[in-house]
């Protein structure tokens, strides 16, 4: 754990930002290139980056705010919610945001909606791979504690107080790293325009939900359904029937027409 990456005087930079700027950076100019197979010009998809970037922030960081206000706003001065340099941004506040930021730009410039979501789709989970490294630096979003080989102990002022927990950050990275690895690989097979888009919502709802058996930083009172599930997933079974929704309706719809009858 590191927090701090870089000071200068009363300028602190911290890792978590710096790598979610990374992973965002990185994921833009892949889906540039992606893009090309279906004939969007680079500076298009370069053009959409401020509004992912700010939906992305305003939705993560809002989503935050209302999942803990009691425990962490509550009693603090009201700048606190804007510090998202310390951390504390939801990952489906960020997905909600920047698609929504995603459906007002295509309109705005006449796009494709679903073509231009399956040339994104591989791309916010490499982005996600470095934004859950960022967890890890910053200390959150950690596991439970465990005496697996591979347990990793912050230190002893952490919230885990040195204990060995589940590095649930590293889990996530690198299965998001696989899932873009095998979106990247479907893209270039797909059949309809929205399906990359729609196994990923399919993917990353079983993805996450896998990867919360492991988290040991919720509060009891922050868990639903009389305390089985983690906020994040109770979303993912809303994220996994839109994906199948999604994945069923677009593939409708890309069906060839039965010839009519005479």
């Not at 990923?200 to 599930?229: I, K, N, T, W």
Request: with cysteine; aromatic share 14%; proline share 5%.
């Amino acid at each position: 754990m590191r927090d701090v990456a870089l000071q200068f005087g009363p300028l602190t930079i911290h890792w978590y930002g710096v790598l979610v700027v990374t992973g965002f950076i990185l994921g833009l100019w892949t889906a540039s290139r992606r893009g090309l197979r279906d004939n969007f010009a680079p500076e298009k998809i370069m053009d959409l980056g401020p509004w992912l970037l700010g939906g992305a922030i305003v939705g993560s960081r809002l989503l935050y705010v209302i999942s803990y206000w009691q425990d962490d706003f509550a009693r603090q001065p009201i700048w606190e919610i804007f510090m998202i340099q310390k951390g504390g941004l939801v990952f489906y506040g960020g997905l909600i945001g920047a698609s929504l930021c995603l459906i007002v730009y295509v309109r705005l410039k006449k796009m494709p909606l679903w073509k231009l979501a399956d040339v994104l789709a591989p791309s916010v989970a490499l982005a996600h791979v470095f934004g859950r490294l960022g967890c890890l630096m910053h200390g959150c979003c950690f596991g439970y504690p465990t005496a697996v080989a591979w347990a990793i102990h912050f230190p002893k002022d952490h919230a885990t107080h040195g204990v060995g927990v589940h590095p649930t950050q590293i889990y996530e990275s690198l299965l998001n790293l696989a899932l873009y690895a095998a979106l990247a690989w479907g893209y270039r097979r797909k059949k309809f325009d929205g399906q990359i888009f729609a196994i990923y919502l399919l993917a990353y709802a079983c993805l996450r939900s896998f990867v919360e058996l492991f988290r040991g930083d919720y509060l009891p009172a922050s868990r639903m359904l009389d305390q089985h599930l983690t906020p994040a997933q109770f979303v993912s079974v809303f994220l996994l029937i839109g994906g199948a929704v999604l994945y069923w309706r677009r593939s409708r719809a890309a069906a060839p027409k039965p010839p009519c009858a005479k």
